[in-house]
């Protein structure tokens, strides 16, 4: 063998043991499916003589006050349940078990309803089926997750369950997933124009990372699914790293975090980045390692979108100093942070314009007066302003549905100068609105002053109004 067929074959056989250890690394890289979970179908039949309990949440306090546990079956009272919620619209529902009975809790809008108590014996029984159904353990001491999905003739809701041992019994939590947060396109999250604007040019950009911050709830991931379907094109390749996955994206690979078969959210997100997607969605930034591999996709020509739980914007820096990020590298990878609430919507049935006092009226225009140039002042006013009544439509809340408030730090050179030189969260903060961000607080104004929303609602949000 001459010298140059030696170092031939030595190439050949280091090529083949790389592909092998990129094929091992790919196959890594493709979380374990969720296991197929348990399945509830409910017949038209069922539906239909279920609707009346259901048409109000009124209706639903009424049902489950008279259901006869006695005779009825433990079955029928879960799709009582299960129906109720996603026909009233809830996030979630709650059991708490209380020394004698368990209070069944439904959060719609983001507020909690009691909609009545099931007896202990026979939430023994109830939450027993849940759990079989969620293929979860019946006796256990841990907390627990499990999921099982509802089919009905029109739509199939997954339930994402949790478990916590709590002083008289297990806590549990059915989170329903609703497809339509799916649908959300961007035009519909309630950007305000010049914002929308501003997110739309960073969405150009075809390198560096969006963040988005908020606590759980905030409706930081829909707003970022939107932008992956405004992003994502034939020619483009999609990879998501998510904890769970919430909604399965046609068109896009999406891999769930399992911390017991090593895929952690830095693992896993090694081994999609050197498959060289174009565009990932990280669910969530909490760990230096993860933070560290996303920036530095985000500066090798990788679109990267992610959430990190702070407070605002601003916050998002500091905290991820926290984690141990290098100062020097967040500016040059961050093209956006992004700060959301969600807040409720006035029923457009029954909100009545507001009483506003002379006062009041001369502060608010104080306070659009303080705004960036870019904001639109067309029809706004005190006038603008509404307070919530209750109607059959909006079930006597005053409110249906809810919207976003929005505050947009783009990451410019300025800010990789202050954000280098170690700035905290309250310099970042001042910085960032005196280059034109406006907060959270402010789109809420302006959003209740366009009488979608109330003050009352963007206080509850976002604090005290300093008007
Ligand atoms: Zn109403």
């Given amino acids: ?7 031939l074959a030595r190439l050949a056989r280091e090529h083949e043991e790389r592909s092998e250890k990129r094929e091992t690394e790919r196959r890594t890289a493709v979380a374990p499916q969720a296991e197929v979970a348990g399945v509830i179908s409910v017949s038209p039949e069922r539906e239909q003589e279920l609707a009346p309990s259901m048409a109000t949440f009124a209706d639903v306090k009424s049902a489950f006050a008279a259901f006869d546990f006695e005779n009825g079956s433990i079955a029928s009272f879960m799709e009582l349940l299960l129906l109720s919620g996603v026909r009233l619209r809830a996030s979630d529902i709650h059991m708490e078990p209380q020394e004698v009975s368990v209070l069944m809790r439904l959060r719609i809008d983001g507020i909690m309803n009691d909609a009545g108590a099931v007896p202990m014996p026979y939430y023994k029984m109830l939450s027993s089926r849940i759990k079989l159904l969620s ?9 627990q997750d499990g999921r099982f ?3 009905t003739e029109s739509a199939q809701i997954e339930v994402r369950v949790s478990s916590v041992p709590a002083q008289y019994g297990e806590t549990l939590v059915m989170r329903l997933l609703n497809p339509a947060a799916l649908q959300t396109d961007i035009g519909s999250l309630g950007l305000r124009q010049d914002d929308f604007a501003i997110v739309m040019r960073e969405l150009s950009v075809p390198n560096g990372m969006i963040l988005n911050t908020g606590p759980t709830g905030s409706g930081k991931t829909t707003t970022l699914y939107s932008f992956l379907k405004k992003v994502a094109q034939p020619g483009n390749k999609v990879v998501t790293i998510e904890d769970p996955i919430e909604y399965a994206v046609a068109g896009i690979e999406q891999t769930q975090v399992d911390e017991d078969k090593g895929y952690s959210f830095a693992t896993g997100l090694r081994a999609i980045v050197r498959q060289d997607p174009d565009i990932i969605l990280v669910g969530e930034i909490r760990d230096a390692e993860t933070a560290g591999i ?13 959430t990190v739980h702070a407070n605002d914007a601003a916050g998002a ?11 020097e590298t967040i500016g040059p990878a961050i093209n956006l942070i992004m700060g959301q609430r969600l807040v409720r919507r006035l029923c457009d049935a029954c909100k009545k314009p507001a009483q506003v006092d002379a006062e009041l009226v001369l502060k608010i225009k104080q306070y659009l007066e303080m705004l960036p140039a870019r904001v639109s002042r067309e029809g706004l006013s005190a006038e603008g302003l509404y307070e919530p009544v209750g109607c059959a439509a909006c079930d006597g809340a005053g409110y249906r549905g809810r ?10 050179a ?9 700035a905290g969260a309250g310099d970042l903060y001042a910085f960032a609105v005196a280059r034109g961000m406006v907060t959270m607080q402010q789109d809420g104004v302006l959003k209740a002053l ?12 976002t604090g005290p109004i300093a008007f």
């Fill in 135 to 143: 293929r979860m353990k019946l006796n256990a001491d841990k907390p």
């Fill in 317 to 327: 820096i500091p905290r991820l100093m926290d984690m141990g990020v290098q100062k």
């Fill in 294 to 306: 996303g920036m530095q996709a985000a500066l090798t020509g990788h679109q990267v979108f992610s």
């Fill in 1 to 7: 063998m001459s010298l140059i067929d030696e170092q």
């Fill in 450 to 461: 366009h009488g979608i929303t109330t003050v009352a609602e963007i206080e509850a949000a």
């Fill in 414 to 422: 300025d800010a990789e100068k202050i954000i280098a030189a170690g």
């Fill in 149 to 151: 999905s509802v089919r």
């Fill in 403 to 412: 919207i976003a408030i929005f505050e947009l730090f783009p990451v410019n």
